[in-house]
């Protein structure tokens, strides 16, 4: 009897921890590239990750992002130059949205 309670508990522990991890969502990145002629590609970059957003008249939004800190990278069309924003903070479940990048000359 009591070897038949130690692993429903066992299996009751494990099944609330399988679901707690299933819970966390994940976040996203949202921005805005001016002039968005200018911009050719948008990638954000987190230590090996790099991931690539399209971009819809200059915006822009990553989703399924890990959780971390991402630098944000627009590649630009000449003769506009690359532009950056570093230290972008993603949490779970939470869009960040960065504000507009505007590309300079």
């Known amino acids: ?8 508990l ?26 968005p002629e200018g911009a050719r590609e ?7 990750d790099t991931l690539r957003a399209q971009m819809n008249n200059g915006d ?6 890990k959780k971390g800190t ?4 627009v590649k ?3 003769p506009y130059k690359d532009a950056s924003v570093e230290n972008v903070a993603v949490t779970d479940s939470a869009t960040t949205n960065i504000g507009e990048i505007k590309l300079i000359q």
Do not use: C, D
Not at 1 to 8: G, V
Not at 10 to 35: C, D, M, R, Y
């Open 42 to 48: 948008v990638v954000a970059i987190a230590g090996t």
């Open 76 to 78: 630009a069309n000449a």
């Open 1 to 8: 009897m009591k070897r038949a309670s130690l692993n429903f």
């Open 10 to 35: 066992a299996v009751a522990g494990l099944s609330l921890g399988l679901f707690a991890f299933g819970s966390i969502k994940e976040g996203g990145i949202q921005g805005k590239v001016t002039p």
């Open 70 to 73: 991402y630098t944000i990278w």
């Open 60 to 65: 822009f939004v990553f989703s399924n992002v």
